[in-house]
């Protein structure tokens, strides 16, 4: 008999069959691994604190069902974007097709990311490689959005406001709209807050709802513009938020 | 853990009595510091606590509870920035039953810790939910999200390797 079949054998309870019996007394590595039925418990106290101080809103709000949780993050989204398309600017649509695509790619991605952020703990994690690969896909189109920034900087496509003006002010609404999402995502979160995917997450998925409301917002339709002001979103507040995880875990160390 | 979300506080303390020492356990093989260990086990029946309204009626609530803790684990691993290392000293893993064997039996017990640690991480997973805390592999794959036979692949392999590194050090 093999060590998998013995030990599997065990953890059902049959170790009272000779094979199972002779192999466990026997193999060394199977003899290790038993477990001490006389381990004594850890003190329940600390545990007991950490439960009775969860209250308030925030605890109220973690303590929903996932479900619950999505439905909300949902809520929020949508009642940003409802208020940025009140006080939309833009009348015209000159690309409606590649912005329709654009708008239904966004929305998508954000709401991958949203479940993906809200995950709970007891859902089996992606390996850590897949977690790389998604973030380095997830840093790649926000990368190639700062590349035209020097031309965005000097070009002007809104008559009466400079160019450098208006890439700036759509940059910070994008990262205003992203960071409220990525707040109120940190609000629902369980404890997960300090690790680095829900970082990623939050941060893409806040982008990606920045600039689908900068896309109902900003008149300005040029390549240079629509990157660096409304593309790169994502990336500024991932910056800014892995800063913020990074200082807050070596504070906690 | 039905009679806890049904609102039974004294349910929580009865799960705790039930799981935590397993948990501990799990942990203490995996961490060098047995006070990381006992942290973790206290941060899994917090996210147990705050994640109860997400249990289902049809659920088993060791697997629900171990993904909990796994979770946790490899974030902890991760935020250290250091491999996981088997508990060289001492004031990890006690083991009666390896104690009072005799100083060769701790010297075996050593040696398959440093084989875990050796081991890559998604059988190491594997192998510590199966051969220290005993969880059958059905639920060891509901665990770390993956197969069936998957896991069996995983165990075969852990098992394997770790016997090899058994017999390389010339143990009984």
Redesign the interface.
């Known amino acids: 008999m093999?060590?998998?079949s013995a030990?599997?054998a065990?953890?059902?309870g049959r170790t009272t069959e000779p094979a199972v019996a002779a192999h466990l007394a026997a193999c060394?590595?199977?003899?290790?691994?038993?477990?001490?039925p006389?381990?004594?418990?850890?003190?329940?106290e600390?545990?007991?604190q950490?439960?009775a101080s969860?209250r308030g809103i925030r605890a109220g709000l973690?303590?929903?069902?996932?479900r619950?949780r999505l439905g909300l993050a949902l809520g929020v989204v949508a009642a940003l974007l409802l208020a940025t398309f009140t006080f939309a600017r833009r009348a015209e649509r000159p690309l409606p097709g590649v912005q329709l695509l654009g708008g239904l790619l966004l929305t998508v991605g954000a709401g991958v990311l949203l479940r993906e952020n809200l995950l709970?703990?007891?859902?089996?994690?992606r390996?850590?490689r897949q977690q790389l690969l998604v973030a380095l896909g997830l840093a790649l189109p926000g990368a190639i959005a700062l590349l035209p920034l020097p031309e965005a900087l000097r070009q002007g496509a809104l008559p009466g406001v400079a160019p450098s003006a208006a890439t700036r002010a759509c940059l910070i609404m994008g990262c205003l709209v992203a960071g409220l999402v990525a707040l109120f995502l940190r609000a629902l979160d369980?404890?997960?807050h300090?690790?680095?995917w829900a970082a990623v997450t939050a941060a893409a998925a806040g982008g990606m709802v920045g600039a689908l409301a900068l896309d109902l917002h900003c008149p300005i339709t040029t390549v240079d513009h629509l990157l660096v002001g409304h593309g790169s979103a994502g990336l500024a507040l991932g910056l800014v938020y892995g800063a913020v995880v990074v200082a807050l875990?070596r504070r906690a160390? | 853990m039905r009679a806890y979300v049904g609102g039974d506080p004294a349910a929580f303390g009865e799960l705790f009595e039930r799981y935590a020492p397993l948990l501990e356990a799990v942990f203490r093989r995996r961490l060098r510091r047995a006070e990381e260990a006992r942290d973790l086990v206290q941060q899994t029946f917090l996210h147990l606590h705050r994640s109860r309204a997400d249990f289902r009626e049809d659920a088993r609530l060791r697997p629900w509870l171990f993904t909990i803790g796994m979770n946790l684990l490899r974030e902890s691993q991760r935020r250290s920035f250091r491999r996981p290392e088997a508990t060289l000293e001492l004031d990890g893993v006690r083991d009666p039953a390896v104690e009072a064997a005799g100083q060769q039996r701790v010297d075996a017990a050593r040696t398959l810790e440093v084989a875990l640690g050796a081991l890559p991480a998604d059988q190491r997973d594997v192998i510590t939910l199966h051969w220290l805390a005993g969880v059958p592999l059905p639920e060891v794959a509901e665990i770390v999200g993956a197969s069936l036979s998957a896991v069996k692949v995983r165990a075969h392999r852990g098992y394997a390797a770790m016997r090899r590194a058994l017999g390389e050090k010339g143990d009984p």
């Open positions: 093999d060590c998998l030990l599997e065990r953890n059902a060394p590595l199977c003899r290790v691994g038993s477990r001490s006389d381990l004594p418990a850890p003190p329940f600390a545990v007991e950490s439960v969860e973690r303590g929903l069902p996932t619950a709970p703990l007891q859902a089996p994690r390996p850590g369980r404890g997960a300090r690790s680095a875990r160390a």
